[in-house]
Nanobody
Framework: QVQLVESGGGLVQPGGSLRLSCAAS????????IGWFRQAPGKKREGVSY????????YYADSVKGRFTISRDDAKNTVYLQMNSLKPEDTAIYYC?????????????????WGQGTQVTVSS
């Protein structure tokens, strides 16, 4: 059974850091593009970052560039999202998603598998 499970969310003060994990089971992450998306209350889902399955290239939305880093550990079948210098506007539910595709990787509809989400709250 194909499954993605996020973890690592929580409550952090502005300027703090969190590392989200996306652990896969039932398929080998190595060949898949993995994206991170977030959705805040009352807002549309936003593509935050992705790492491609073909060459490991990465992409970041302007809103997180320079603060977030995506990486993968193929031995652990896990993708990480290191989030530094967190801001209140980063508060959202964060989801990871997987696809064998190579195009439109910041668009949610391009992904076949989704995790259940993990809450990130940035507040003092």
């Amino acid at each position: 059974q194909v499954q993605l499970v996020e973890s690592g969310g929580g409550l952090v003060q502005p300027g703090g850091s969190l590392r989200l994990s996306c652990a896969a089971s039932g398929f080998n992450l190595e060949h898949y593009a993995i994206g991170w998306f977030r959705q805040a209350p009352g807002k549309k889902r936003e593509g935050v970052s992705y790492i491609s399955g073909s060459d490991g290239s990465t992409y970041y939305a302007d809103s997180v560039k320079g603060r977030f880093t995506i990486s993968r550990d193929d031995a652990k079948n896990t993708v990480y999202l290191q989030m530094n210098s967190l801001k209140p506007e980063d508060t959202a539910i964060y989801y990871c998603a997987g696809t064998i595709g190579k195009r439109d990787l910041l668009m949610g509809w391009a992904y076949d598998y989704w995790g259940q989400g993990t809450q990130v709250t940035v507040s003092s």
